[in-house]
């Protein structure tokens, strides 16, 4: 089954430690995609990459770190730079840029 | 620059139909999107029309584009229960997909 999988589902860390989120896809997919989803605030992109050992920052990157090193790849560190870490996390991955984007399941990570 | 304005709630009678609008700014988009989030999951594509397309219809689905205003609505006809969701437009810009801050739909019995 072909598919983008996030894990896991559910995370939760003490404030002040840096948390890796995975994103796994077997789509054969170039371009992959980490979203923020907060209440009222839709999805902000924070980290996006189009081709394997690149990557840009999003309008929220600040505080997230990323890695490409696999075409099949795209994990998100949520560091303690974070001010504000706690949130649904979403990754998706498309063909390309423009094309229609596949989304994981989602990570909701809480920081207490 | 890029934003996507959407109508944070709808709400609408089973049976009846549903019309989500939404506001894009970059003219550049290729494709147009609507995604389908339920309660703690993923997005999923529900549909996407191509930027040369003035309507597209898709079963209970219909998306127009009137791209002079850049505006992007979708209809849903005969909305049933299992059509409560978050729904959310997106643009495609340059490499990067936008996303609107989605529309939650209701339905009333």
């Known amino acids: 089954d072909g598919g983008i999988t996030q894990s896991p589902k559910y995370l939760f860390r003490k404030e002040g430690q840096n948390v890796t989120l995975s994103c796994e896809q077997n789509?054969?997919?170039?371009?992959m995609y980490w979203y923020r989803q907060d209440p009222g605030q839709g999805l902000r992109l924070i980290y996006y990459?189009?081709?394997?050992?690149?990557?840009q920052k999003g309008d929220i990157a600040e505080g997230y770190s990323v890695s490409r090193e696999k075409k099949e790849s795209f994990p998100l560190t949520v560091t303690s730079a974070q001010k504000n870490p706690t949130a649904f996390y979403l990754c998706?991955?498309?063909?390309?840029?423009?094309?229609?984007?596949?989304f994981g399941q989602g990570t909701r990570l809480t920081v207490v | 620059g890029e934003d996507v304005e959407q109508s944070l709630f709808l709400s609408v009678r089973e049976g009846d139909s549903s019309v989500i609008n939404c506001t894009y700014t970059?003219?550049?988009?290729?494709?147009l999107y609507w995604y389908k989030q339920e309660p703690g999951a993923g997005l999923q594509l529900l549909t996407y029309i191509f930027s040369n397309m003035d309507m597209k219809q898709d079963q209970r689905l219909t998306v127009l584009l009137n791209k002079k205003d850049k505006h992007l609505s979708l209809r849903i006809a005969d909305t049933q229960t299992g059509d409560s969701a978050i729904y959310f437009c997106?643009?495609?810009?340059?490499?990067?997909?936008?996303f609107g801050k989605g529309t939650r739909l209701h339905i009333l019995p």
């Open positions: 997106a643009e495609s810009p340059a490499s990067k997909i936008i």
């Open positions: 990459s189009q081709i394997v050992n690149d990557f």
């Open positions: 998706a991955s498309s063909i390309s840029g423009v094309h229609e984007a596949f």
């Open positions: 789509l054969n997919h170039d371009a």
């Open positions: 970059d003219s550049s988009s290729t494709y």
